[in-house]
């Protein structure tokens, strides 16, 4: 077994150790700020209707990133735009922040069983977290106090923290990563960005003049509709869940 193919598996097995690692992060990170400031504040769902709920919305958000498309005036063609994040979203603002969470994580391994990858995998753990780094924070900040304001507040945060955490986590580690695992020396990936963006120059320049400006446009294409549809959509949710969790008491025996 040659020394490059042992390189190789030992890449793949790192990055995927990086993602369980990430993963279990987030979840548990979500899990925690539930059970503890935002205890009193999660609307009580049944599992049933949590599943039905994740599941449902995890398909659509599956569709719409299936529908990605590159914005080339602003970013190499491999990084592309979608609107995936609105129904986990909405999610989140309705189950709270495991609920959006786990609606990501649905949605990407369904695109993955679906479409399959074509980023050695670096693309789907980069929109899972860098998703989950906006939808978390506007969750946690809605579901302290349920009004407009704070919904608007939260989707605020959400953004900035999108723009300021996928800037930092391409720069440290999805672009030496996808460099890495794709076979595709940093230089040429950095050559494509200068081809968009004359100012691009290294890494550094590369995340600030092209993968900020696609978080931010997509940081307000998700906000603006989620503001727009989740109160509709949200009365969809509430009413089928009170439908259900009242079914499953009548069907309880009576001692």
Do not use: W
Request: proline share 4%; charged share 10%; net charge positive.
């Amino acid at each position: 077994m040659g020394t490059g193919l042992l390189q190789t598996i030992s890449d793949n097995l790192q990055f995927v150790a990086v993602c369980a690692v990430v993963i279990a992060a987030i979840i548990g990170a979500s899990y925690g700020l539930e059970a503890t400031v935002l205890k009193k504040n999660i609307a009580q769902v049944g599992k049933t209707r949590y599943i039905t709920i994740c599941g449902m919305l995890g398909a659509i958000a599956m569709i719409l990133h299936i529908l990605d498309f590159p914005l080339v005036a602003i970013a190499p063609s491999f990084y592309k735009l979608d609107f995936s994040e609105i129904p986990v979203m909405i999610g989140a603002f309705c189950l709270g922040p495991v609920g959006g969470v786990v609606i990501e994580l649905v949605k990407i391994l369904l695109k993955l069983i679906i479409k399959g990858t074509s980023t050695a995998f670096v693309g789907d753990l980069a929109n899972f977290v860098v998703g989950c780094s906006f939808v978390v924070p506007a969750a946690v900040i809605y579901h302290l106090k349920k009004t407009r304001t704070m919904a608007i507040i939260g989707l605020a945060a959400g953004t900035i923290i999108l723009v300021v955490f996928g800037t930092m986590f391409n720069a440290v580690y999805l672009l030496p990563a996808f460099a890495s695992l794709y076979g595709m020396p940093l230089d040429s990936i950095i050559s494509m960005g200068t081809a968009v963006n004359g100012a691009v120059t290294n890494v550094t320049t590369f995340v600030i003049f092209c993968v900020g400006p696609l978080n931010l446009i997509k940081g307000i294409c998700i906000s603006v509709p989620t503001m727009l549809l989740y109160k509709r959509i949200s009365i969809v949710l509430r009413t089928a869940s009170s439908d259900s969790y009242a079914a499953g008491k009548k069907q309880q025996p009576q001692g």
